[in-house]
C-alpha cells in the first residue's frame, strides 16, 4: 500500500490566490521530508527539504517566500504555493525515505 | 555538487529486444543509486536500487550495477515488452534526499 499521500491529488485557482498541498508519511515519522517540482515531460527538481520543528532548506533558485512549507508533525508536511501565478503551474511531489507521493497537479488560470 | 546525467531520449526499441540506458554521476563519496519509473499518467515508482559499490539492483526483469570506477549505474533488461514503455529517471541519494537525472523516455514497438 501507499506509504506516502499526497492532499489534493489536483487543484486549480485562479492566479493571485494561495494553494495548499499536504504530504502525509503513512509508515514512517519523519524529521526530513523533500518536496519536488515537475515540469511536463521534465525531470524532478529538488525545491526544499522540509525539516520538522525548524525552518525548510530551499534549493538554490526556489524563493522561501513563494513557497511556504512547515512541517508540524513527524508525519505531516505542507507546501504552500503563495500568490500562485499560471508560472507555478506544475506537478508537485514530496518524498519520504526514498518514497514518493502520488502528486499533486497544480493549475493556474 | 552531487549530480547525475543519463542518456538523452527517446529511445524506441522493438518488443524482446536488448535494453541499455547509460547513467553516470558524480558524487563525493558513496551515495546510493536509484532507478525510478515513471508510467504514462502516473506517479514515481522505485524501480531498484542499490547502495554500495558492485551491489546490482534488479527487479522485474531490469538490472544495474553499482560502477565505483566507472561512476555509472547502467540499466538493462535482455528482453523489453510494450508494457514497459516509459520514463525512465537515474537517481542518487544521500540521506533521504534524492538528486534526479533527466529521464530517458522509452518507447516499445510491438
Known amino acids: 500500500g501507499a506509504v506516502v499521500s499526497q492532499h489534493p491529488s489536483w487543484v486549480i485557482c485562479k492566479s493571485g490566490t494561495s494553494v495548499k498541498i499536504e504530504c502525509r508519511s503513512l509508515?514512517?515519522?519523519?524529521?526530513?521530508m523533500f518536496w519536488y517540482r515537475q515540469f511536463p515531460k521534465q525531470s524532478l527538481m529538488l525545491m526544499a527539504t522540509s525539516n520538522e520543528g525548524s525552518k525548510a532548506t530551499y534549493e538554490q533558485g526556489v524563493e522561501k517566500d513563494k513557497f511556504l512549507i512547515n512541517h508540524a508533525s513527524l508525519t505531516l508536511s505542507t507546501l504552500t504555493v503563495t500568490s500562485a501565478h499560471p508560472e507555478d503551474s506544475s506537478f508537485y511531489i514530496c518524498?519520504?525515505?526514498?518514497?514518493f507521493g502520488p502528486g499533486t497537479r497544480l493549475t493556474v488560470l | 555538487g552531487d549530480s547525475v546525467t543519463q542518456m538523452e531520449g527517446p529511445v524506441t526499441l522493438s518488443e524482446e529486444a536488448f535494453l541499455t540506458i547509460n547513467c553516470t554521476y558524480t558524487a563525493t563519496g558513496y551515495p546510493s543509486l536509484f532507478w525510478y519509473v515513471q508510467y504514462p499518467g502516473e506517479g514515481l515508482q522505485l524501480l531498484l536500487k542499490?547502495?554500495?559499490?558492485?551491489d546490482k539492483g534488479s527487479n522485474k526483469g531490469f538490472e544495474a550495477t553499482y560502477r565505483k570506477e566507472t561512476t555509472s549505474f547502467h540499466l538493462e533488461k535482455g528482453s523489453v515488452q510494450v508494457s514497459d514503455s516509459a520514463v525512465y529517471f537515474c537517481a542518487l541519494g544521500r540521506d533521504d534526499k534524492i538528486i534526479f537525472g533527466k529521464g530517458t523516455r522509452l518507447h516499445i514497438l510491438p
Open positions: 509508515d514512517f515519522q519523519a524529521t526530513t
Open positions: 542499490a547502495t554500495k559499490a558492485d
Open positions: 518524498s519520504v525515505r526514498g518514497y
